[in-house]
Each structure stands twice: as structure tokens, then as C-alpha cells.
């Protein structure tokens, strides 16, 4: 069973930045693909970055790129969203999200462990 617990969200004006952090536990972290995904209210739950098992391969939302940075460290097992230059349009709930295999996906489905959430708020 792998447990992720997201944290780093909270409320920032527009143009601020903020950094989730996503740590795991079990044995399958440093073999598994990770995923952030994000959930507005009335809108379908979307993938914003992923990030292959090696880190060599990631994905970025046409909406957040060259703001979000995916990256993670094995090593801690943690996954971590740099989120800058924030927009109203960024607020959502954040999740992270293991997909139990080694390349990434952006299809919601296809993911195995989720974190509980947490609320990133901009505003403008």
C-alpha cells in the first residue's frame, strides 16, 4: 500500500508562488510515476504535471507551462509542484497522485494512490 500526503497549499495573491510537497511511503515511490492533478469546483479533475519514475520525462499542461516545475527526489521520496506567477485561474484543490508504473500518464484513471488534497487559493 503506498500513503501520499500532500502539503504546501494556502492562499496567495495573484503573481505569488507556492510549493507543494507530496510524501509517500512503501516500496513502490522510486519505480512509479507521479502526477499532480488539479480540481476546480464544477470542473473535471485535470493532470498539470507528471514526472516519469527517473525524472528524465515530464508533462506540463499547456495552462501552466513555463510557471510549474514538477520535480522529485527518490531519495525522500517526495514529489514536489513549484508553482510561480500564480493566477486566479490557478485555484483548485491539488492533488498527487502514483501511478504504480514507471511512465507517466495524464489520464486520472490510469493512477493507483492519491493523496487526500490540498487547497491551493489565488486571488486576484
Known amino acids: 500500500q503506498v500513503h501520499l500526503v500532500e502539503s504546501g497549499g494556502g492562499l496567495v495573491q495573484a503573481g505569488g508562488s507556492l510549493r507543494l510537497s507530496c510524501g509517500t511511503s512503501?516500496?513502490?515511490?522510486?519505480?512509479?510515476?507521479m502526477a499532480w492533478f488539479r480540481q476546480a469546483p464544477g470542473k473535471e479533475r485535470e493532470c498539470v504535471a507528471a514526472?516519469?519514475?527517473?525524472?528524465?520525462?515530464?508533462y506540463y499542461a499547456d495552462s501552466v507551462k513555463g510557471r510549474f516545475t514538477i520535480s522529485r527526489d527518490n531519495a525522500k521520496n517526495t514529489v514536489y509542484l513549484q508553482m510561480n506567477s500564480l493566477k486566479p485561474a490557478d485555484t483548485a484543490v491539488y492533488y498527487c497522485a502514483a501511478r504504480g508504473s514507471t511512465a507517466w500518464s495524464t489520464d486520472p484513471s490510469s493512477y493507483r494512490y492519491w493523496g487526500q488534497g490540498t487547497q491551493v487559493t489565488v486571488s486576484s
Open positions: 514526472i516519469s519514475w527517473s525524472g528524465g520525462s515530464t
Open positions: 512503501g516500496r513502490t515511490f522510486s519505480v512509479s510515476a
